[in-house]
């Protein structure tokens, strides 16, 4: 609402240099520029502007824009105010520095310019000046490595390759249940981990009492959980048993049925043994023999099926993987040339863990560029006749040996080994495929292969060259033979926990059909009821069927229980399963970001007004609605903030403020006898938190046998003095003229007439002597005047009765005074369009010598703000009438309520409004009460709150709409 103040300082005629506050683009105004200074900009670089207002290049301020200080392509300092020609190039890299118009985006650095290849570093530096540049794509799938970085200012971006030395890992990759990260989300083998049980001793089995999840095939899982001794390899369920002296085969009984069975030899010792080794057979295994052919290599007892694997190089667990991570996509031996990574730490390491080239155990090649032995000091040219192997397939591995020589021929190779020289992909070092070949050159075929068989939602095996199934994956069947993996979903009614297993279609109704779910705890699934249509049942409850359709529910949007988030002003919605949200009435969302939701009310912002972008023009500066607006009153600010500090008098009449805030504890009143109207205007906000008193003054009452004297609108506070007898005021004096009777100034004094110019009341008759009438159009008759037989005075006149005062008492031979009212002029104009009248003043009473004056009627405040109005808690305004004062015979009546007129597009009253009349004086034959006085606000009814007290008013508003009730409050909507 902040924005509102500000376009209502715009439309003003001037907002002034001493508040703080400028028209944009400088102090101009928009009456115009009057002198170069109100177009300044405050900045240096783009020059001084100009006020002309006859030239054509001038805007709507009259303002022309400057010519830059310094010239085209002189750079320019706006910190230090000062030019600065030439542009250094001070790290001499021939690129010039890029703040004074150069390319060079870092000067103090000759390794950094345009051009300069980009280096893949962790720290971020910007080789090239382009950051949005990080590094070469080492392995060629598309995505540079994780550790090749940029920086630009405080923005740090890296690659997105975990792994940028194996093609098959990237962010676009397919995660397999491998123990790695093959899709670079963060995340490994999500939603692909198994329930098993952990398999310590590296048997396959599982022990029952450790539960867990992982990947079926790796080392230290099991999908059986048939293991009673997990630590001895030797030992699990249906194994044959052996003549041990041991539980074998977990069933409680030793030795028993015990055959002939198949050992391999165990060189080293681990308990697994060598699945090429010649086995041996018996009931027992021999020393040097072990029942688990699962050793990798058996000159090692650290490299076994389910060791640890360690960072050498070696793929110890025997899983074909040397899997030992050193950091963010780096591994062990990369490039699988079987020396380790330098970053192991040991010894012997790979200069270069990313190229199969180089390693410490090979002969340098000429002029490959590579390092191929891992020592900088032996060049490439510098070799002595060197031996060189028939190279055919062109792998780097070669088979025959050729002529040695310095200088390597073509199609020859530094190295030997190659078991198949047709095949490129079959050399030392080769990745194991599941072909029925020796792809790696090591005598075997197939070993450890397993991994190579990635099959559609299944575990793959490799068997006699070929992958096959070895598990599906949960909920997934092998109904079809000719088709790789399991193709069938076990979830599904037609095969519901087999491939021929049918759920029955015998549904209750139309949202319901056969379905098929899985079954807790155990790895099965079953047929139930299920729902169609996009519907589901999220309760459970069976009675109501699929009560809710999960495309267009917020509550549970695509799925149960996923609730769309509740934006700031505005309701969910649910659209084809997507969240989303509709803006409520009078909000947009302008800046298209989901998370603050609607966050312009377009009903009410100036600079939004009934769409984003909308901003009100001048003339029309207040938002209401939706539509701009011109406010109905304006102020000159000429008088400033008002902010009083103590109880303070403010003169009545038309006041020109900029802000308004009456601070709780002080008190605020007027001084104008009479008139009493009081006119506020502000430019900003008005806030209210202690107490503006327009009330009617209590009347005299007599003392020592003299008459009381009137009260007056305007001196809310305490008692007027006595008065001496006299002749005056705006009330008829009593009559005839020998009995000296007067009319009250603004209520009535003794015996006569209240004032106030518009229904003052009748003054009461004293023995012989009328009573005076009431001052204006509508004034009471008093007592025993012409028309009115009684003793006290008639109230002012008014035909709407709720706004009328009531009649004063009487005695034989005297009366006592009417009470005011507001008279019929503002009690028909309920809009107080042309009424804005401050209450009219009591009849004074007569008496034996005692006579009470009458009570002043209150005076009328209007209070304009295009910004707010705010009256808090401990706020109030206060436009009582008068009581009436007492002589201990016949009393005055009591002053009428005045007018509360508030005019702001926002309203927030929580204090109090009172209009209420004067009480009659209650010493004697009491006086007449003080009518009702009138409330009346101009608002949007979208931006008011009336929370407060309404005190003399018959009708109370329970809401800020728009309406006119008799005898209560009228609101109007502003600017009406």
């Given at each position: 609402?902040?924005?509102?103040?500000?376009?209502?300082?715009l439309?003003?005629a001037?907002?002034?240099?001493?508040?703080?506050?400028?028209?944009?683009?400088?102090?101009?105004?928009?009456?115009?520029?009057?002198?170069?200074?109100?177009?300044?900009?405050?900045?240096?670089?783009?020059g001084?502007?100009?006020?002309?207002?006859?030239?054509?290049?001038?805007?709507?301020?009259?303002?022309?824009?400057?010519?830059?200080?310094?010239?085209?392509?002189?750079?320019?300092?706006?910190?230090?105010?000062?030019?600065?020609?030439?542009?250094?190039?001070?790290?001499?890299?021939?690129?010039?520095?890029?703040?004074?118009?150069?390319?060079?985006?870092?000067?103090?650095?000759?390794?950094?310019?345009?051009?300069?290849?980009?280096?893949?570093?962790?720290?971020?530096?910007?080789?090239?000046?382009?950051?949005?540049?990080?590094?070469p794509?080492?392995?060629?799938?598309?995505?540079?490595?994780?550790?090749?970085?940029?920086?630009?200012?405080?923005?740090?971006?890296?690659?997105?390759?975990?792994?940028?030395?194996?093609r098959?890992?990237?962010?676009?990759?397919?995660?397999?249940?491998n123990?790695?990260?093959?899709?670079?989300?963060?995340?490994?083998?999500?939603?692909?981990?198994?329930?098993?049980?952990?398999?310590?001793?590296?048997?396959?089995?599982?022990?029952?009492?450790?539960?867990?999840?992982?990947?079926?095939?790796?080392?230290?899982?099991?999908?059986?959980?048939?293991?009673?001794?997990?630590?001895?390899p030797?030992?699990w369920?249906?194994?044959?048993?052996e003549?041990?002296?041991?539980?074998?085969?977990?069933?409680?009984?030793?030795?028993?049925?015990?055959?002939?069975?198949?050992?391999?030899?165990?060189?080293?010792?681990d308990?697994?043994?060598?699945?090429?080794?010649?086995?041996?057979?018996?009931?027992?295994?021999?020393?040097?023999?072990?029942?688990?052919?699962?050793?990798?290599?058996?000159?090692?007892?650290?490299?076994?099926?389910?060791?640890?694997?360690?960072?050498?190089?070696?793929?110890?667990?025997?899983?074909?993987?040397?899997?030992?991570?050193?950091?963010?996509?780096?591994?062990e031996?990369?490039?699988?040339?079987?020396?380790?990574?330098?970053?192991?730490?040991?010894?012997?390491?790979d200069?270069?863990?990313?190229?199969?080239?180089?390693?410490?155990?090979?002969?340098?090649?000429?002029?490959?560029?590579?390092?191929?032995?891992?020592?900088?000091?032996?060049?490439?040219?510098?070799c002595?006749?060197?031996?060189?192997?028939?190279?055919?397939?062109?792998?780097?591995?070669?088979?025959?040996?050729?002529?040695?020589?310095?200088?390597?021929?073509?199609?020859?190779?530094?190295?030997?080994?190659?078991?198949?020289?047709?095949?490129?992909?079959?050399?030392?070092?080769?990745?194991?495929?599941?072909?029925?070949?020796?792809?790696?050159?090591?005598?075997?075929?197939?070993?450890?292969?397993?991994?190579?068989?990635?099959?559609?939602?299944?575990?793959?095996?490799?068997?006699?060259?070929a992958?096959?199934?070895?598990?599906?994956?949960?909920?997934?069947?092998?109904?079809?033979?000719?088709?790789?993996?399991?193709?069938?979903?076990?979830?599904?009614?037609?095969?519901?926990?087999?491939?021929?297993?049918?759920?029955?279609?015998?549904?209750?109704?139309?949202?319901?059909?056969?379905?098929?779910?899985?079954?807790?705890?155990?790895?099965?699934?079953?047929?139930?009821?299920?729902?169609?249509?996009?519907?589901?049942?999220?309760?459970?409850?069976?009675?109501?069927?699929?009560?809710?359709?999960?495309?267009?529910?917020?509550?549970?949007?695509?799925?149960?229980?996923?609730?769309?988030?509740?934006?700031?002003?505005?309701?969910?919605?649910?659209?084809?399963?997507?969240?989303?949200?509709?803006?409520?009435?009078?909000?947009?969302?302008?800046?298209?970001?989901?998370?603050?939701?609607?966050?312009?009310?377009?009903?009410?912002?100036?600079?939004?007004?009934?769409?984003?972008?909308?901003?009100?023009?001048?003339?029309?500066?207040?938002?209401?609605?939706?539509?701009?607006?011109?406010?109905?009153?304006?102020?000159?600010?000429?008088?400033?903030d008002?902010?009083?500090?103590?109880?303070?008098?403010?003169?009545?009449?038309?006041?020109?403020?900029?802000?308004?805030?009456?601070?709780?504890?002080?008190?605020?009143?007027?001084?104008?006898?009479g008139?009493?109207?009081?006119?506020?205007?502000?430019?900003?906000?008005?806030?209210?938190?202690?107490?503006?008193?327009?009330?009617?003054?209590?009347?005299?009452?007599?003392?020592?046998?003299?008459?009381?004297?009137?009260?007056?609108?305007?001196?809310?506070?305490?008692?007027r003095?006595?008065?001496?007898p006299?002749?005056?005021?705006?009330?008829?004096?009593?009559?005839?003229?020998?009995?000296?009777?007067?009319?009250?100034?603004?209520?009535?004094?003794?015996?006569?007439?209240?004032?106030?110019?518009?229904?003052?009341?009748?003054?009461?008759?004293?023995?012989?002597?009328?009573?005076?009438?009431?001052?204006?159009?509508?004034?009471?008759?008093?007592?025993?005047?012409?028309?009115?037989?009684?003793?006290?005075?008639?109230?002012?006149?008014?035909?709407?009765?709720?706004?009328?005062?009531?009649?004063?008492?009487?005695?034989?031979?005297?009366?006592?005074?009417?009470?005011?009212?507001?008279?019929?002029?503002?009690?028909?104009?309920?809009?107080?369009?042309?009424?804005?009248?401050?209450?009219?003043?009591?009849?004074?009473?007569?008496?034996?010598?005692?006579?009470?004056?009458?009570?002043?009627?209150?005076?009328?405040?209007?209070?304009?703000?295009?910004?707010?109005?705010?009256?808090?808690?401990?706020?109030?305004?206060?436009?009582?009438?008068?009581?009436?004062?007492?002589?201990?015979?016949?009393?005055?009546?009591?002053?009428?309520?005045?007018?509360?007129?508030?005019?702001?597009?926002?309203?927030?009253?929580?204090?109090?409004?009172?209009?209420?009349?004067?009480?009659?004086?209650?010493t004697?034959?009491?006086?007449?009460?003080?009518?009702?006085?009138?409330?009346?606000l101009?608002?949007?009814?979208?931006?008011?709150?009336?929370?407060?007290?309404?005190?003399?008013?018959?009708v109370?508003?329970?809401?800020?709409?728009?309406?006119?009730?008799?005898?209560?409050?009228?609101?109007?909507?502003?600017?009406?």
């Amino acid at each position: 609402m902040r924005v509102g103040a500000v376009a209502a300082c715009l439309w003003a005629a001037a907002c002034g240099d001493d508040d703080g506050m400028t028209t944009p683009g400088g102090d101009a105004g928009p009456g115009g520029c009057l002198t170069a200074a109100d177009c300044d900009d405050g900045l240096f670089c783009n020059g001084a502007e100009l006020c002309r207002p006859a030239d054509p290049l001038a805007d709507g301020r009259g303002c022309v824009p400057a010519e830059p200080t310094c010239g085209e392509g002189v750079a320019c300092d706006e910190e230090t105010d000062a030019c600065m020609p030439g542009c250094p190039d001070a790290d001499e890299d021939g690129f010039a520095d890029a703040s004074c118009g150069g390319e060079d985006c870092d000067d103090a650095d000759p390794n950094r310019f345009p051009g300069n290849p980009e280096v893949c570093d962790l720290e971020g530096h910007d080789e090239d000046c382009d950051p949005e540049t990080l590094g070469p794509d080492a392995d060629g799938d598309g995505y540079v490595g994780a550790r090749c970085c940029a920086r630009e200012g405080d923005t740090f971006r890296c690659g997105e390759d975990c792994n940028d030395g194996q093609r098959l890992i990237q962010p676009d990759g397919l995660e397999i249940c491998n123990g790695f990260d093959d899709d670079c989300d963060g995340m490994v083998d999500e939603e692909l981990l198994e329930d098993g049980f952990e398999d310590a001793d590296g048997d396959l089995h599982g022990d029952p009492r450790a539960p867990t999840s992982g990947c079926p095939g790796r080392a230290g899982f099991s999908t059986v959980g048939d293991d009673c001794d997990d630590t001895e390899p030797g030992v699990w369920g249906g194994r044959a048993e052996e003549c041990n002296g041991r539980d074998d085969d977990c069933d409680g009984a030793i030795d028993e049925n015990v055959g002939e069975l198949t050992y391999w030899p165990d060189v080293d010792g681990d308990g697994f043994g060598d699945p090429d080794g010649a086995t041996e057979t018996g009931c027992i295994a021999p020393e040097g023999f072990s029942p688990l052919p699962l050793d990798c290599d058996d000159r090692d007892p650290e490299v076994r099926w389910g060791a640890e694997e360690r960072c050498n190089g070696v793929d110890d667990d025997c899983d074909g993987i040397r899997g030992f991570q050193v950091g963010p996509g780096d591994f062990e031996d990369d490039d699988l040339d079987g020396a380790p990574d330098a970053a192991c730490g040991l010894e012997v390491a790979d200069c270069d863990d990313e190229d199969p080239r180089a390693a410490p155990d090979l002969s340098e090649v000429e002029l490959d560029g590579a390092d191929n032995d891992c020592d900088p000091e032996t060049p490439d040219a510098s070799c002595e006749a060197a031996t060189w192997y028939v190279d055919e397939d062109g792998d780097g591995y070669g088979t025959s040996e050729a002529p040695r020589g310095c200088v390597q021929e073509a199609g020859t190779a530094p190295r030997a080994g190659d078991c198949d020289d047709g095949d490129v992909a079959v050399r030392p070092g080769a990745a194991e495929r599941c072909n029925g070949e020796d792809d790696d050159c090591d005598g075997q075929i197939d070993e450890l292969a397993d991994p190579q068989c990635a099959l559609p939602r299944a575990t793959g095996l490799c068997e006699e060259g070929a992958c096959a199934i070895g598990v599906c994956e949960n909920h997934w069947l092998d109904c079809d033979p000719e088709s790789p993996g399991c193709e069938t979903d076990a979830l599904s009614p037609m095969s519901c926990g087999g491939c021929d297993v049918v759920c029955e279609d015998d549904m209750p109704d139309d949202m319901a059909a056969p379905g098929c779910f899985p079954q807790p705890g155990i790895p099965a699934e079953a047929c139930g009821v299920g729902c169609v249509g996009g519907y589901a049942d999220c309760n459970a409850d069976p009675a109501d069927g699929c009560e809710v359709l999960l495309p267009a529910d917020p509550n549970h949007c695509g799925a149960c229980f996923r609730r769309c988030d509740i934006p700031a002003n505005a309701e969910p919605t649910c659209v084809d399963a997507s969240c989303g949200f509709e803006c409520e009435r009078g909000w947009e969302d302008c800046n298209g970001e989901v998370d603050d939701g609607c966050e312009v009310f377009v009903d009410g912002d100036a600079t939004n007004c009934g769409s984003c972008g909308r901003v009100c023009p001048d003339g029309s500066p207040v938002c209401v609605g939706g539509a701009c607006v011109a406010p109905p009153w304006t102020s000159d600010e000429s008088e400033g903030d008002f902010m009083p500090t103590e109880d303070t008098v403010l003169p009545a009449g038309v006041h020109q403020f900029r802000r308004v805030v009456i601070p709780a504890g002080v008190r605020v009143t007027t001084n104008q006898d009479g008139v009493g109207v009081l006119d506020i205007r502000a430019t900003e906000e008005v806030v209210i938190a202690g107490v503006l008193d327009l009330s009617g003054a209590r009347g005299g009452d007599a003392v020592d046998g003299n008459p009381g004297g009137g009260g007056d609108t305007g001196y809310p506070d305490g008692t007027r003095p006595v008065r001496q007898p006299g002749r005056g005021g705006l009330g008829e004096a009593g009559s005839p003229p020998d009995c000296t009777g007067w009319g009250g100034q603004n209520g009535g004094g003794s015996w006569g007439g209240g004032g106030g110019g518009y229904a003052g009341g009748g003054g009461g008759t004293r023995g012989s002597c009328d009573g005076g009438d009431g001052g204006g159009p509508d004034g009471g008759l008093g007592g025993d005047r012409p028309g009115n037989t009684r003793n006290q005075g008639l109230p002012g006149r008014v035909d709407i009765a709720c706004y009328g005062g009531t009649f004063g008492g009487g005695t034989v031979g005297y009366g006592s005074g009417g009470g005011g009212t507001i008279g019929n002029a503002a009690a028909m104009d309920r809009a107080v369009e042309s009424t804005f009248y401050p209450g009219s003043g009591g009849g004074g009473g007569a008496g034996p010598g005692a006579n009470g004056g009458g009570g002043g009627g209150s005076g009328a405040v209007r209070i304009h703000s295009p910004v707010r109005i705010v009256v808090e808690i401990s706020g109030a305004i206060l436009a009582r009438g008068g009581n009436g004062g007492g002589g201990g015979s016949c009393d005055g009546g009591g002053g009428s309520g005045g007018v509360i007129y508030l005019s702001s597009p926002e309203l927030q009253l929580q204090g109090e409004l009172d209009v209420a009349g004067g009480i009659g004086g209650r010493t004697g034959c009491n006086g007449g009460d003080g009518g009702i006085g009138r409330v009346r606000l101009s608002t949007d009814p979208n931006r008011c709150d009336l929370d407060g007290i309404f005190t003399g008013v018959d009708v109370v508003p329970t809401s800020c709409r728009v309406h006119d009730a008799e005898c209560g409050v009228y609101i109007g909507s502003y600017p009406n």
